[in-house]
């Protein structure tokens, strides 16, 4: 035991030893010059105009907010600013996403009536477009209906149904307007709905009785249909009076619609300088679309990387930093399908990118109780890009705790209209929900650090306001994307050492987590864990090839410490002889790219049919650190061609929990059957 530990500290007095009077990566000038120029309030002032749009994929509203994006961009002179249009009819497919036609609306409301002399008046405006666009489900149809309500429960069950007529009447219902709609439409005959769907669970989960929650429809239901969204406080008067035997009888008009359309993705760099490495790109991705206003979830992203953009420019320009050796590309897609979409159209581009910092939700004030995370990518893409995003997240994290505790500090980077408080960020694992996982999925392999808010008690609702986004957040958080691309973006074999020392300290912390988990879980598990846990720091390690040679010396000095890591980790026991019938190998399909379930469309469900898919046991399976979904993205990232079944299996068992190899092969032969990925022989 004496033996570990001076083993732990010599490695840990190793990681720490250089660059002890260097506080971050970058030189102390560069993040000065960054911290200086970055301004929360003028990324502030930007949320406030696009968060005047109702933001949906091809719509007005989009339209309208990506061409002050690119306004202003060519304002900060970036003159290459523009909009990319791939065409969206519901027919074209862009890899695994088939392309969903635009959506607008032009007028809707929903009125109660009264009864007065002998006939039905208007009493009450419950929704309205023109006030409140929230209110109108998306993907909602062209209607009107004059009809009573009732009150179906969730319904989204055919109990919810049970001894109630709601052919041509207007449902209440508790579940998102998509979900209701197979019944209560398409069987049942309702003539529309009128939702009250609670927000993202979360500890203040239907605490506020007026939130009103953005509403969905399916995008390709067959049959067409229309929904409002109104409070659990409107609802609950509802259900109220509808159980005392009242009648409630209420009047919808719409008129909305999808159409042919595009995706417009805006889009702009700053030019590299070195003429060998110009080629090659660092990308900054947020997503443009959502409700409005939409403040934090995700104009905050967009402006965050806005203002990247407009410091970088001026500080190039100004001469206080050197212009990047790699270009830099600022990208503002609709989520995730306006991301695969670009990929898959202009596949010059994403051969490009060398890794990706995604910002979606990055502004959060203490009303919206969010904390601030610097998210790793997947286990399957192990890149010290990560380390790098911690790194200066850790940086922010210590010059703002003591100022806020009332030190004297070089970097407070706080707005004078925000907050002063600490950031307090949390360093985090793989989470997925965002475009970050389209670059990361194995078809495109792109690096991802993903910098996000979570929880949001506001997400998705009408309180999702400018007045919850906090300015000094958005300065930090766009500070630590833009420190974390200008030195990615210089980063050259002299900065191997360097780099290798971050890995180095973090991989301690690493190796601890590892030490818990392992303890928590059979013994050929944990055996399991510790091999994929030395893999995993190699594989960190040889990340640093995507961007150049790793030098001779830095190469012996990660096998020095990689070989006393194994020591400290007890040592590796081989992995036990695979079953013939385990030995499965499959690789992807490389004409299809994209991961499988992308935004309003799932490409695995639509090919292999809902009801065989509800049947499959991988995509719902719980395991000790991770959910179905989890499991079923790394399975298929992992499909590389050499892997087999058993492999796969014990990599995602490493990360998520213990899961039966069964599942895993289950899954795969399911994907085999769809062509998604092919076997072996």
């Known amino acids: 035991m004496n033996r570990l530990i001076a083993l732990f500290l010599c490695l840990l007095l190793n990681a720490n030893t250089a660059n002890a009077n260097q506080a971050t990566l970058l030189p102390d000038s560069v993040?000065?010059?960054?911290?200086?120029?970055?301004?929360?309030?003028?990324?502030k002032s930007n949320l406030e105009y696009i968060a005047r749009y109702h933001r949906m994929r091809g719509s007005r509203g989009f339209r309208s907010a990506a061409e002050h994006i690119v306004k202003q961009l060519r304002e900060y002179g970036i003159n290459d600013a523009r909009i990319e249009q791939f065409p969206a009819d519901g027919k074209i497919f862009y890899g695994t996403q088939k392309s969903r036609p635009p959506w607008d609306a032009e007028f809707a409301e929903l009125w109660e009536l009264r009864e007065t002399n002998g006939g039905w008046t208007r009493h009450a405006r419950l929704a309205s477009w023109?006030?409140?666009?929230?209110?109108?489900?998306?993907?909602?149809?062209?209607?009107?209906?004059?009809?009573?309500l009732v009150d179906v429960n969730n319904g989204t069950s055919e109990n919810d149904y049970t001894g109630k007529d709601v052919r041509g009447k207007i449902v209440l219902a508790s579940a998102q307007p998509g979900a209701?709609?197979?019944?209560?439409?398409?069987?049942?005959?309702?003539?529309?709905?009128?939702?009250?769907?609670?927000?993202?669970?979360?500890a203040w989960w239907g605490e506020n009785e007026n939130l009103v929650r953005w509403g969905h429809l399916d995008t390709f239901a067959p049959k067409p249909t229309f929904a409002f969204m109104i409070s659990l406080k409107q609802a609950r008067n509802f259900q109220s009076r509808l159980a005392r035997g009242e009648k409630v009888r209420l009047h919808a008009i719409v008129r909305a619609g999808k159409h042919p359309g595009s995706y417009d993705v805006a889009t702009a760099t700053i030019p590299g300088a070195d003429p060998n490495l110009r080629d090659e790109e660092i990308?900054?991705?947020?997503?443009?679309?959502?409700?409005?206003?939409?403040?934090?979830?995700?104009?905050?992203?967009?402006?965050?990387?806005?203002e990247v953009a407009r410091a970088f420019n001026k500080l190039i320009t100004q001469g206080k930093i050197a212009r990047p050796a790699r270009t830099i590309r600022f990208i503002w897609p609709p989520e995730i399908e306006g991301t695969i979409a670009l990929l898959n159209a202009r596949p010059e581009i994403a051969s490009r990118i060398k890794t990706v910092i995604h910002m979606d939700m990055v502004g959060g004030g203490p009303e919206t109780k969010s904390i601030f995370h610097v998210t790793r990518g997947p286990a399957s893409l192990p890149s010290f890009v990560n380390d790098v995003a911690e790194h200066f997240g850790e940086f922010v994290n210590d010059q703002s705790a003591q100022f806020a505790g009332g030190a004297s500090v070089s970097y407070p980077m706080f707005a004078p209209e925000g907050g002063k408080e600490a950031l307090q960020a949390e360093m985090v694992e793989f989470s997925m929900g965002s475009d970050h996982q389209v670059y990361a999925d194995s078809s495109f392999g792109i690096p991802a650090i993903y910098l996000n808010d979570w929880p949001d008690r506001y997400i998705h609702t009408n309180l999702d306001i400018p007045a919850n986004v906090d300015p000094t957040k958005l300065k930090r958080a766009a500070f630590i994307g833009a420190a974390s691309a200008y030195f990615l973006a210089h980063v050259k074999p002299d900065d191997a050492s360097s780099i290798l020392r971050l890995l180095q300290s973090h991989s301690l912390r690493r190796t601890s987590t590892m030490?818990?988990?392992?303890?928590?879980?059979?013994?050929?598990?944990?055996?399991?864990?510790?091999?994929?846990?030395?893999?995993?720091?190699?594989a960190l390690i040889d990340s640093m090839e995507r961007f150049f040679r790793i030098p001779a010396t830095t190469r012996?000095?990660?096998?020095?410490?990689?070989?006393?890591?194994?020591?400290?980790?007890?040592?590796?026991?081989?992995?036990?002889?695979?079953a013939q019938g385990d030995r499965l190998?499959?690789?992807?399909?490389?004409?299809?790219?994209?991961?499988?379930?992308?935004?309003?469309?799932?490409?695995?469900?639509?090919?292999?049919g809902a009801e065989r898919e509800k049947a499959l046991r991988l995509p719902r399976y719980q395991g000790l650190y991770g959910t179905g979904g989890e499991y079923a993205y790394?399975?298929?990232?992992?499909?590389?061609?050499?892997?087999?079944?058993?492999?796969?299996?014990?990599?995602?068992?490493?990360?998520?929990?213990?899961?039966?190899?069964?599942?895993?092969?289950?899954?795969?032969?399911?994907?085999?059957?769809?062509?998604?990925?092919?076997?072996?022989n």
């Open 515 to 538: 030490f818990i988990r392992r303890a928590a879980v059979p013994a050929d598990e944990a055996a399991n864990l510790t091999r994929f846990h030395i893999w995993q720091e190699r």
């Open 556 to 578: 012996t000095d990660a096998d020095a410490f990689l070989t006393n890591l194994e020591k400290l980790a007890g040592g590796i026991k081989p992995a036990p002889p695979v």
């Open 585 to 608: 190998v499959f690789r992807r399909n490389p004409k299809l790219k994209g991961p499988m379930s992308a935004f309003g469309y799932d490409y695995f469900t639509d090919q292999y």
């Open 180 to 202: 209701v709609a197979p019944l209560a439409v398409e069987r049942f005959g309702a003539a529309g709905i009128v939702s009250y769907a609670q927000n993202q669970r979360t």
């Open 31 to 43: 993040v000065a010059a960054l911290s200086q120029e970055l301004s929360g309030e003028t990324a």
């Open 634 to 680: 790394e399975v298929l990232n992992l499909v590389n061609g050499v892997r087999t079944a058993q492999e796969i299996r014990d990599i995602v068992s490493a990360t998520y929990g213990p899961i039966p190899l069964e599942l895993v092969v289950e899954y795969l032969r399911a994907l085999e059957s769809v062509r998604v990925i092919e076997a072996v």
């Open 130 to 148: 023109d006030a409140m666009p929230i209110t109108l489900a998306q993907d909602s149809e062209s209607g009107e209906a004059t009809a009573e």
């Open 283 to 306: 990308a900054f991705s947020c997503h443009l679309d959502h409700q409005r206003p939409g403040a934090n979830d995700n104009a905050s992203g967009s402006v965050a990387i806005l």
